[in-house]
Structure formats: structure tokens, C-alpha cells
T-cell receptor, first 114, second 108 residues
Framework: ETGVTQSPTHLIKTRGQQVTLRCSSQ?????VSWYQQALGQGPQFIFQ???????GRGNFPPRFSGLQFPNYSSELNVNALELDDSALYLC?????????????FGQGTRLTVV | QKEVEQDPGPLSVPEGAIVSLNCTYS??????FMWYRQYSRKGPELLMY????GNKEDGRFTAQVDKSSKYISLFIRDSQPSDSATYLC????????FGKGTRLHILP
């Protein structure tokens, strides 16, 4: 186990609705990144939070937004859900930002949009 | 061209065989390379983490990076049915960039 926990594990939403996914980072880690993994694909970077500030974003529209709290846990919010948003959403935590730090992933939240 | 390319497989090999998994990457600035293992319906688990060119060994697993050819490899010796999973190669700058993953089946 990595110590990174995500909730809920599964979720079904209707197109147009909004969803909030949650992540608790590993103890001592101040950086959280979110990834979207569509079926049969590798994870795609959504954004990263470092000490409560967004400090990197991938090629995702503004309806994907996030938050990091003082205890370094994090939320991913998606508005106006589309069918293509159906995917496994992964959270990863690391001790710092930068290319030489290891990231540890949670089990993911599987979102189905119908 | 994707930054990290990986053949999705599936790759099926008999138990006990040596498995070779490969990726290529396009960005010559990449310095850190990783292999993750992902079981069905689970998050990726970090297997190996290497810096620059060279080999790194951990038990039955060996990771190899050749920066001159931009080639990343993972070798699994004495493969076991429990090694059946999807293997993701990745590199990292300010974010992790993954390949598509290769589905591996070890046949008992």
C-alpha cells in the first residue's frame, strides 16, 4: 500500500452533472497530482498542486478544477460532465515537485458518465 | 509523435520465461525514467526508478535506459503468473508522462 487514499472508489454520474473526487496524500507529502486514465490508455496529467497552489496543468479544459487543503489532501472537481469523462481518475503524491522525486499513486476512482 | 511510445500488446509468455518490455521516448531532455505495474482496476505501482543511462536491478527485474537511442527496457526473469499485469513506462520532468502500457500475460 502506498498510503495514498482516494474516495469514492466507484461513481456513476449523468451527463451534465458535477462531480468531486477526493485524495489523501501520503504522510509528509506536500505535492499532489491528478491523472485521467481512459480504458486501454496510459494516465494523462491533469494538474498538480504544491503547498495549496496549482503549479502545472495538462491539456484539460477549465471545467476540470482542483483544490489542495492545508493538510495537503486534495479534490478534483469536474463540471458539466461529458460521456468522454468516463475514466479512472488517479491521484499521486510526492514529497516535493521536480523531476527527481518519486510519486506514489492511489487506487483511483472509476467514474462512469451515462 | 507521442513523447513516450509503448506497444500495448498483449504479450503472452510461458511461466519461467524472460520477458522484455520496451519503450521509446522523443524528448532528449528526459533524465528520469520509471516502470509502473498496474493490476486490473488498481492504481499504478512504482517498480523501478532510474536516472540517465544504464542498468538498475531489483530482484527479478532489470531496468535499462539507453539515452543515445532513446530506448527504455524492462526485463523480468523467471516470470510468474503473478507478474500478469499492465506495465507502464514513464518519464518525468515537471509531470509524469506515461506510455500506453503493455498488457502482459504469464501462462502457467
Amino acid at each position: 500500500e502506498t498510503g495514498v487514499t482516494q474516495s469514492p472508489t466507484h461513481l456513476i454520474k449523468t451527463r451534465g452533472q458535477q462531480v468531486t473526487l477526493r485524495c489523501s496524500s501520503q504522510s509528509g507529502h506536500n505535492t499532489v497530482s491528478w491523472y485521467q486514465q481512459a480504458l486501454g490508455q496510459g494516465p494523462q496529467f491533469i494538474f498538480q498542486y504544491y503547498r495549496e497552489e496549482e503549479n502545472g496543468r495538462g491539456n484539460f479544459p477549465p471545467r476540470f478544477s482542483g483544490l489542495q487543503f492545508p493538510n495537503y489532501s486534495s479534490e478534483l472537481n469536474v463540471n458539466a460532465l461529458e460521456l468522454d469523462d468516463s475514466a479512472l481518475y488517479l491521484c499521486a503524491s510526492s514529497l516535493e515537485t521536480g523531476s527527481n522525486t518519486e510519486a506514489f499513486f492511489g487506487q483511483g476512482t472509476r467514474l462512469t458518465v451515462v | 509523435q507521442k513523447e513516450v511510445e509503448q506497444d500495448p500488446g498483449p504479450l503472452s509468455v510461458p511461466e519461467g520465461a524472460i520477458v522484455s518490455l520496451n519503450c521509446t521516448y522523443s524528448n532528449s531532455a528526459f533524465q528520469y525514467f520509471m516502470w509502473y505495474r498496474q493490476y486490473s482496476r488498481k492504481g499504478p505501482e512504482l517498480l523501478m526508478y532510474t536516472y540517465s543511462s544504464g542498468n538498475k536491478e531489483d530482484g527479478r527485474f532489470t531496468a535499462q535506459v539507453d539515452k543515445s537511442s532513446k530506448y527504455i527496457s524492462l526485463f523480468i526473469r523467471d516470470s510468474q503468473p503473478s507478474d500478469s499485469a499492465t506495465y507502464l513506462c514513464a518519464s518525468r520532468n515537471d509531470k509524469i508522462i506515461f506510455g500506453k502500457g503493455t498488457r502482459l500475460h504469464i501462462l502457467p
